[in-house]
């Protein structure tokens, strides 16, 4: 078995039925595995080999979709890429995983083409011309990098795939490697965590079973492919054979309610942000009455944010969960439960063990703080090119090759086994449910002439989750505003990383050992 089988496996059984529906687009599973063939023997042409990693830069589209799976059917290793993110980033990953190949959109050329000379590695990019508005469906353009001394046009690189589709498939097992998904790390540079088909198929089973899903579902996915939550709607969608509705971003919640009712939604996915945001408009006028389920994940709703959305989808099952992307998923609370302890993130999810241990790895009992360690198929193998970081969060564990997580959060466990979040032993900031490496916002804000020192951290915002809070010790001589800091760093920096708050001070509080109390700051916030 392997992720790419679950196209092919409902391209069988359900030929016809619409898989994707993405703007004016209703694409069924036939078609889309078809354009994945041609596309994965248009790679292999143009020189992927088995386990080669292919960067995918675009927005939530129907190519996106055709792309990841035509990777996976080269046999290679698909990066999916927030297409916002800026040009030190994209050339920081696409040198980090050496990818040989770029897929992206005519939208993205410029930044593309600017990173270009920086990345040895890559060997080629395939670029469609507008995503999601192609009347063909077909590559409108594909541009070589310099070293390939060919450039050919869409319909010529598809007629070629469809000369070769009969070429012998790529063969992977469940132990290749399938994606390498990109998240912050607490040094400040992007981590890739490294997912084999097997952890990939792990998680997804999981869930499906715990969600009940079945043909039936219809699932609307407003995230990021690019982030763990919104890439699995993809996949978990078509192993099981449903329909993915899928959306550019949440920018217009009016929108997406209609978009809900008009396609008779039945599982929505959230973060808190979004909920937020959804409380804020009268749902009370839109019919939700196939609405299965709302999912929320990425950091706890507020108790008062869950009251409210029972009141407004009383038919609906609403699930509180935690995961990460080393692991993509741990633990769900079973909607019954939601009254009666409504800030637990719930029990282990089904083919996994949760453990609660001290600093010496000895397990606590009920009601005892401790990090929180997990056991699974779906635990990743670690990090991409980052040992030490690796040996430090994925240990060894009980039986030969088996892998245990440390996930650096801070648990509690009440007597009946039900999970409590208590915080997390480093400073990553959780904000519009994207995990947030303060360092690399701090460097951003270094890099200004006008900047002597930064600090970040995150403080409690009701919509966010957390808000990004930025100290600023400006250089002497130099006129620094509040708008001055946001505005770089909505050039450098993703939408999210930018600060919401900040705050000039003449100089930041510093431990004995000369780091900056954060903690301080704080505290001196709130």
Known sequence: MNVHRFLERSAQLRSDKTALICGAERLSFAEINQKADLLACYLIENGLQRQDRVVIFLENSSEAVISLFAVLKAGGVFVLLNPGMKESKLRYILNDCQAQIIITQASRLKIVDHVLPDCPALQHMVCFQSASRNESGELAKIRAHDILATVCDGKQAMARGARSST????????????????????????????????????????????????????????????????????????????????????????????????????????????????????????????????TNTGAALPVAHIRKLQELFPASRIYSMYGLTECKRVSYLPPDQLNIRPDSVGIAMPNTEVLIVDSLGKEVGPQQIGELVVRGAHVMQGYWNAPEETVRTFRPGRYREEVLLFTGDLFRKDEEGFLYFVARKDDLIKTRGERVSPREIENALCAMEEVTEAAVVGVPDDILGSAIMAFVVPRAGYLLTEVMVQAHCNKTLESFMVPKYVEFRSSLPKSPTGKVDKKSLSIARE
């Open 167 to 294: 070429q012998k498939p790529v063969s992977v097992i469940d132990v290749d490697l399938a994606a390498i998904i990109y998240t912050s790390g607490s040094t400040g540079e992007p981590k890739g965590v490294v997912s084999t088909h097997g952890n990939m198929i792990a998680a997804a089973n999981s869930i499906i079973t715990y969600l009940e899903n079945t043909d039936d579902d219809i699932v609307l996915n407003t995230l990021p492919l690019s982030f763990d939550y919104g890439l699995y709607q993809l996949l978990m969608t078509f192993h099981f054979g449903g329909t993915l509705v899928l959306e550019k971003s949440f920018t217009y919640p009016f929108q997406i309610m209609q978009k809900l009712v008009a396609e008779k939604v039945t599982g929505f996915p959230l973060v808190p942000t979004m909920a937020a945001m959804l409380l804020k408009i009268d749902l009370g006028r839109f019919d939700c009455r196939n609405l299965r389920y709302l």
